[in-house]
């Protein structure tokens, strides 16, 4: 029982930053804050993801660039363009690291805006050491509370919590699901209850509505992140820079027909 409540407290912690921080703050900057609070954000985005920890750096640039070129050969990770996840996910991997050495030459529109501290992003996220810290420490308690020997199968997915969130998201939000939205991409809703990644498998919204902090469109559809952040707004821990919401309009018989034959 120990084991299962570490890996679902680790899995909801890990995409909720991964959500909070990276995505809705360092990409997107849907909400502000003071600068000791930033970094009391970065540090515990850090001691949460651990050895999967993303740099909110080249996260934004990425972020910024599959919303630019969504389901375009220039989209980082489109599913649309390579055969399986493992592919898709390696090429991000790819520009992923260049974004984060400083050696990839993105598009001046896409730089800026986003926190930073070398401290974290280069010194701890590029140590072997550190990385082999948190292996370690998440087998340690594998070791001292694991109750069957399958649950040991779950280890490796604490050691790259970040990019199987990545690749769950990027691969079924742009496949799998529903549409409330008309666009030019092929975002799509996965979960009307998204539970399982904090809101982030609400894709068809999100690209519908870029700059809403709320990632839920109808009466049905709840994102965990934006309720966390409604309350850390209201003990004004942050500011939400950018409230509207996006409101689902009530659809025609048509575009609901149409809607559900894309989504089949």
Request: proline share 6%.
């Amino acid at each position: 029982m120990a084991v299962l409540i570490f890996f679902v407290s680790h899995w909801l912690l890990c995409v909720f930053f991964q959500s909070f921080f990276q995505h809705r703050y360092a990409a997107h900057r849907m909400y502000t804050m003071g600068p000791k609070t930033e970094r009391v954000i970065h540090l515990l985005t850090y001691l949460v993801q651990g050895s999967s920890y993303l740099s909110p750096k080249a996260y934004a640039i990425l972020h910024r660039e599959h919303h630019a070129f969504s389901d375009t050969e220039k989209d980082p990770h489109s599913p649309h363009f390579f055969k399986d996840v493992a592919r898709m996910m390696w090429h991000t991997k790819t520009r992923y690291n260049d974004y984060a050495s400083g050696r990839g030459e993105p598009e001046a529109r896409f730089l800026g805006g986003y926190p930073e501290w070398p401290l974290i992003d280069t010194t701890l996220r590029t140590s072997w050491l550190a990385t082999l810290g948190w292996v370690a420490l998440y087998s340690a308690f594998y070791v001292a509370f694991a109750t069957s020997p399958w649950q040991f199968l779950l280890l490796p997915l604490h050691f790259l919590m970040g990019p199987v969130h990545g690749a769950i998201v990027n691969w079924c939000g742009h496949k799998y699901g529903y549409r409330n939205f008309d666009s030019t991409d092929k975002s799509r809703n996965t979960l009307p209850v998204d539970f399982l990644c904090m809101g982030e498998l609400f894709q068809n919204n999100h690209h519908k509505y870029g700059s809403s902090p709320d990632f839920a469109a109808r009466k049905f559809e709840l994102d965990p992140t934006w309720q966390v952040m409604r309350v850390l707004a209201w003990l004004r821990i942050i500011r939400i820079a950018t409230p509207q919401r996006a409101v689902w309009p009530e659809p025609r018989e048509a575009t609901r027909a149409g809607g559900a034959a894309r989504a089949a």
